[in-house]
């Protein structure tokens, strides 16, 4: 387990990482959210060495990480960070040997990840030769290319097509499977719903959520989606009803003092009630519940 305990980093008087606290455990898909600037990425280079920590500690399976814990990760930063003039099968082995495999399997493991994501017939090719999302794909498997203990991504799927990305959704599921601590960070929230167990928000360089994506929704204010069988103006005026959305008789609210009996009356007794249910708000809506 990857264990981040009250994490700071400083860069001249601004606090970019500030008492950053959370856990990635093995084999679970854990995404790393927040907007730009948010200290994702400040957070990520500490984790693997590039940044020096001015506060707090960084631990794997319990023990302070250390130089040889993290050339057992698997990372992949933001920018790209290949060679653009060097074939891509060469540096791929060429990577994993630096992580001390044989030849003979670097070059194997190599070529199943570029069959994997499609590129097998690219392999000779330089990597300034090839589309950026095909470079992207490069840099994925660059990343997991020596078998890592674990895998820190840094917005793995931009740039990627929708087939890659199911490429690559399945193939952070296979490491998650086989017990590898997963932690990405992505602007995509509908991919992170889809394929997180868990979720860490992060703002203005604090942690403003953490948990799975039951736990976070269970934190907020329950909504409800009440659709009638006539208008739906009157809602507005129930005490203890906040309306966030009208939709011809349909109605997004919160109840802000009264109770869902309450309301389901007074709506019977104005007529006909086709649906009162709750409405478990997506990622994006938590996102923007938990950064305003």
């Not at 009250?6 to 950053?20: K, Q, Y």
């Not at 790393?32 to 990425?41: D, I, L, P, R, S």
């Not at 992580?99 to 990597?127: C, N, P």
């Not at 660059?142 to 399945?170: K, N, T, W």
Request: proline share 4%; net charge negative; hydrophobic share 45%.
């Amino acid at each position: 387990m990857l264990e981040l305990a009250h994490l700071v980093r400083r860069f001249g008087e601004n606090v970019a990482v500030n008492e950053v606290s959370f856990t990635v455990e093995p084999g679970v898909l854990t995404g790393f959210v927040g907007a730009n600037g948010a200290g994702k990425t400040t957070t990520m280079r500490m984790i693997m060495g590039v940044l020096a920590v001015h506060g707090g500690e960084i631990r794997w399976r319990g023990q302070p990480v250390t130089a040889g814990d993290r050339r057992s990760f698997g990372y992949m930063p933001e920018e790209r960070g290949l060679y653009p003039k060097q074939p891509v099968l060469d540096q791929l082995v060429y990577l994993a040997r630096l992580r001390g495999m044989a030849a003979g399997d670097a070059k194997q493991r190599a070529e199943e990840l570029l069959a994997r994501f499609t590129l097998a017939d690219r392999a000779e090719d330089k990597l300034e030769s090839l589309s950026l999302g095909n470079q992207q794909r490069v840099q994925i498997a660059a990343a997991v290319v020596a078998q890592p203990a674990a895998l820190i991504l840094d917005e793995p799927f931009s740039g990627l097509d929708p087939v890659a990305v199911d490429s690559m959704a399945e193939l952070l599921r296979d490491y998650a499977a086989q017990g590898v601590p997963v932690l990405f960070s992505s602007h995509q929230l509908d991919l992170v719903e889809r394929l997180c167990d868990r979720l860490v928000i992060l703002a203005a360089g604090r942690v403003v959520g953490n948990g799975s994506v039951a736990q976070l929704r269970a934190n907020g204010r329950p909504r409800y989606r009440l659709v009638l069988g006539g208008d739906a103006g009157w809602v507005g005026n129930v005490a203890g009803v906040d309306v966030l959305e009208t939709n011809g008789r349909s109605v997004l609210l919160e109840l802000t003092g009264a109770t869902t009996d309450k309301l389901l009356a007074e709506a019977l007794s104005r007529g006909s009630v086709h649906e009162l249910a709750e409405v478990r708000p997506s990622v994006s809506e938590i996102y923007r519940e938990v950064t305003a």
